[in-house]
């Protein structure tokens, strides 16, 4: 079984369209996050969630928006669009939120914005 | 400065070959450290973390030198399929008592035969 699972794995869009990327995880993890990755392959944290709170929310413009409906799932909404938004967007959990925790990824989607 | 700046890549040795990567990270702040593997086009996988006194998993060799804030990896006797790009991760807690993982850009490595 998939223990971090995203979709969609692509995602081709307008720009100005909202769009939503789902994440679950069946590890029983209490915190989840969203990375991106850039074209640069930089992987860069963008949000972090400990029991339906978000914790960390890095400079991320508000059109982002992590929903958590119950502590398996992190999906992350992305209003209005740019094409700046075009990069991999990685979901990961870990056990807590403590320091030396591994984090396991889920298999990234790729979001290309034309 | 970078948070995590890595070595630039890419290294390209022969199978057998003894490869070094080196990483530094700017907050001394920074409490656990990790090397993550990435395939292409695939998520980040956990290699091993490290530790101060050093750390060895089979042919993979990781030091902490945290006076220095420099972390190392080492690969002896590399294979075809140590082809990735390694990322030197380091964690910090955020003062709302989170914790971030910060990744630096990735050192990638092709083994050939």
């Known amino acids: 079984d998939t223990a971090v699972s995203q979709t969609p794995k692509y995602l081709v869009t307008q720009m100005g369209n909202d769009k939503s990327i789902k994440c679950e995880q069946n590890l029983g993890h209490d915190t989840m996050y969203w990375y991106k990755q850039d074209s640069k392959k930089f992987l860069k944290i963008m949000f972090s969630?400990?029991?339906?709170?978000?914790?960390i929310n890095e400079t991320v413009p508000n059109r982002f928006s992590p929903k958590s409906p119950d502590k398996a799932h992190l999906n992350l909404h992305i209003n209005s669009l740019e094409l700046g938004d075009s990069a991999v967007y990685f979901c990961?959990?870990?056990?807590?939120?403590?320091?030396?925790?591994?984090?396991?990824f889920g298999p990234g989607t790729r979001l290309t914005v034309l | 400065r970078k948070e995590v700046e890595q070595d630039p890549g890419p290294f390209n040795v022969p199978e057998g070959a003894t490869v070094a990567f080196n990483c530094t990270y700017s907050n001394s702040a920074s409490q656990s450290f990790f090397w993550y593997r990435q395939d292409c086009r695939k998520e980040p996988k956990l290699l091993m973390s490290?530790?101060?006194s050093g750390n060895e998993d089979g042919r993979f060799t990781a030091q902490l030198n945290r006076a220095s804030q420099y972390i190392s990896l080492l690969i002896r006797d590399s294979k075809l399929s140590d082809s990735a790009t390694y990322l030197c991760?380091?964690?910090?807690?955020?003062?709302?008592?989170?914790?971030?993982?910060?990744f630096g850009k990735g050192t990638t490595l092709s083994v050939s035969s």
């Open positions: 490290v530790y101060s």
């Open positions: 969630y400990n029991n339906k709170e978000l914790i």
């Open positions: 990961a959990s870990s056990q807590d939120g403590t320091t030396g925790r591994e984090q396991f």
């Open positions: 991760v380091v964690s910090l807690t955020h003062p709302q008592a989170g914790t971030a993982l910060i």
